[in-house]
């Protein structure tokens, strides 16, 4: 395991959370979008060199940090493909998380315009009102599909995301 690269895993997980509960604060993202930035650049890094940080690499929290990162690169959809194919191999290989190809899954379809899979993605009106699912596809299949990657049935996940 490569204890440094978990350890700045870490650190960049923890800098996305603080960068989005400030977002929540002022309402303001540039500060946000500036860590995204700077996450994604140094991701696509170690990709590069590495491969995807899971599990043998970096453990399970430090793969948890790594999906994270990627899952936030919004302004690279591109690059979040290439993590996407990158993380299936590793769920194939037991080497990630299965729900976490869930829900990187959905954000890069939402983001190309398409319905999501696993109804992982939510969107509000901009100002954290009207929160409501993204479209997905075959919704009478939906919890069988979050069933399978380990996911809660859906009606509870809505719960959780509206804070019920």
């Known amino acids: 395991m490569n204890d440094e690269l978990a350890a700045e895993l870490h650190v960049r997980a923890e800098r996305d959370q603080a960068a989005r509960h400030l977002v929540v604060k002022t309402r303001d993202a540039r500060e946000m979008r500036r860590i995204d930035a700077d996450n994604t650049a140094w991701l696509e890094q170690v990709i590069s060199e590495l491969g995807w940080p899971g599990f043998a690499l970096v453990g399970e929290s430090g793969a948890d940090a790594a999906w994270l990162l990627a899952q936030h690169a919004d302004l690279h959809p591109a690059f979040q493909r290439r993590a996407l194919e990158l ?5 194939e290989a037991e080497d990630a ?27 509000d009106d901009g100002d954290g009102s009207n929160l409501r699912l993204q479209p997905v596809a ?4 939906l919890d069988e599909r979050r069933a399978a990657l380990g996911l809660e049935p859906a009606a509870e996940y809505d719960r959780r995301m509206r804070g019920l």
């Open 138 to 141: 075959d919704p009478d299949g």
């Open 87 to 91: 993380l299936k191999a590793a769920v």
């Open 97 to 123: 998380s299965p729900r976490h190809l869930a829900y990187l899954t959905d954000r890069v379809l939402v983001a190309a315009g398409e319905p999501q899979v696993y109804g992982t993605q939510y969107t």
